[in-house]
């Protein structure tokens, strides 16, 4: 990803924090201007169950999709009313529901455990700041937390990436450090790495990409895997060659239904017209040594603009893909890594936009949803886009145009509901749209904010999360 983007998000990232302090300031530690309680935590060993939503993209094969939950409805998505909203946080980060709480980390380093009823802080610990260095502006948590069960004691286990540099194993009753383990360690001075990706976990172990805090400085972009019960690292794969910088793995980890990893990888060296390794690749590892199986790399020659790959990879039947910052999503062939179909969603990422074609789209089982960037439609023009698409080919269903770009991967319920922000800098209010599935049809403009994190239908609710606010969501009774 540019490092120019990257500089002005962690700018807008750093304003936002400072404003909703001052906020907090007056309004107290809890919502509504009260402090809440923390209630007592009792031992948890439940497991995630499927009314959660357990991690990023709601699991390894990252449907963002959650058929059991149907609460939410095309018919009461207009009348929705705030459950709870804690106004003192800033949020990259999505959350992370089970065990009737929410996880998340802040852009200020916090981790937090929300109650899922009350909002209340159930719990909190410091993750740490990468320093303010070329990238500009301290920042803190962004990956994704997902919550398992741990192989050994039974108990529900936060598994979350944090700004100093390392992976932690946090006890979900109330967040003490279980394990903690080093993915790569930051500068003290300056803008090296950070932890964008999210854990994956899938057969007792835990996936997590590496790679640059910006692109000013690249640093070589890698995956790890570690043991889910200890911690410790079992395989480390390098995406560029030795003694070359790039690469990275700004993306999460996915795992297809037959075990095989997949990564998505971002901009690399080039010799001539060549990109090195497996830079803006679609990329196969095995499971358990992380050796490489196949890849799919971007053709042709180097072009003006990043064509990398910002987005997670998504599983739908045979075939395994991503959006390009190019604009374009690639469905690639998982048997022998051969593109299957592309498709334009958006306008490629340029310097006068700030939206990508970074999100993720939603699988059902049967058709494809996308959030994305500029597209025309009966000859007027959009900033950003929802759109339905056949999965087998990629063939257009419906479009629904946005004033704004979308990065952030949009979510569904089984009642057939999208969930949608934009995170853009374009003339209108960035917002989080509720959309019906079966049409395009914009159901609610839900709530104002750059809208970076994914939201996610749970346990009855939806929670959203922005560079403003977290909200939970109910119908209206």
């Not at 959660?52 to 939950?69: I, R, V």
């Not at 910006?214 to 995406?239: D, F, H, W």
């Not at 609710?461 to 560079?467: E, G, Q, R, S, Y």
């Amino acid at each position: 990803m540019s490092g120019s983007q990257f500089v002005t998000r962690r700018w807008r990232v750093a304003s936002a924090t400072a404003a909703v302090a001052a906020v907090a300031l007056l309004a107290g530690a809890g919502w509504g201007g009260v402090a809440a309680a923390a209630p007592s935590q009792p031992a948890v060993h439940r497991g995630p169950t499927s009314a959660d939503w357990a991690g990023y993209l709601n699991g390894p094969q990252h449907t963002s999709y959650n058929p059991a939950e149907k609460t939410i409805t095309a018919a009461n998505a207009a009348k929705l009313q705030t459950r709870w909203e804690r106004i003192d946080i800033s949020f990259l980060a999505s959350p992370t529901v089970a065990d009737g709480s929410v996880f998340v980390g802040s852009a200020d380093g916090e981790f937090y455990k929300f109650g899922l009823k009350h909002g209340a802080t159930q719990a909190k610990v410091f993750l740490g700041l990468v320093p303010k260095g070329t990238c500009s502006d301290p920042i803190g948590v962004a990956d994704t937390a997902t919550v398992a069960v741990d192989p050994r004691s039974h108990q529900d286990t936060v598994y979350v990436g944090g700004a100093d540099g390392y992976l932690h194993a946090l006890n979900a009753s109330n967040l003490t450090q279980r394990w903690k383990s080093v993915i790569a360690l930051p500068s003290k001075t300056g803008s090296t790495y950070f932890d964008w990706s999210s854990p994956t976990i899938a057969n007792g172990v835990i996936y997590i990409g590496v790679s640059s805090d910006c692109s000013n400085p690249l640093v070589r972009g890698a995956v790890i895997a570690y043991s889910q019960a200890t911690g410790k690292k079992l395989a480390e794969t390098y995406m560029v060659p030795a003694g070359r910088v790039g690469g990275g793995v700004w993306s999460s980890v996915g795992v297809a239904p037959g075990g095989d990893v997949y990564a998505t990888v971002g901009s690399g060296p080039m010799t001539g017209n060549v990109r090195l390794g497996h830079s803006e690749s679609i990329v196969k590892l095995a499971p358990k040594t992380l050796k490489v199986l196949g890849a799919w790399q971007i053709p042709g020659p180097p072009v003006s603009y990043d064509t990398d790959f910002g987005a997670s990879p998504v599983f739908f039947g045979p075939y395994v893909g991503a959006c390009n910052k190019d604009g374009i999503f690639y469905a690639v062939r998982q048997s022998d890594m051969k593109l299957a179909w592309q498709r334009t969603i958006g306008v490629r990422y340029n310097s006068a936009v700030l939206a990508e074609c970074s999100a993720t789209p939603v699988y059902n089982g049967k058709d494809l949803f996308f959030g994305g960037t500029g597209v025309k439609i009966n000859g007027k023009s959009y900033r950003g886009s929802v759109q339905e698409r056949v999965a087998s080919s990629g063939k257009l269903v419906w479009e629904t145009g946005l004033p704004e770009g979308v990065i952030g991967s949009p979510t569904m319920d089984g009642a057939g509901v999208i969930a949608v922000g934009t995170f853009d800098d374009g003339p209108t209010t960035n917002q989080t749209y509720l959309v019906k599935a079966a049409n395009g049809k914009i159901l609610k403009d839900l709530t104002s904010g750059e809208d970076w994190s994914q939201s996610v239908f749970a346990d009855g609710v939806l929670v959203t999360a922005n560079l403003g606010d977290i909200i939970a969501w109910q119908p209206r009774t």
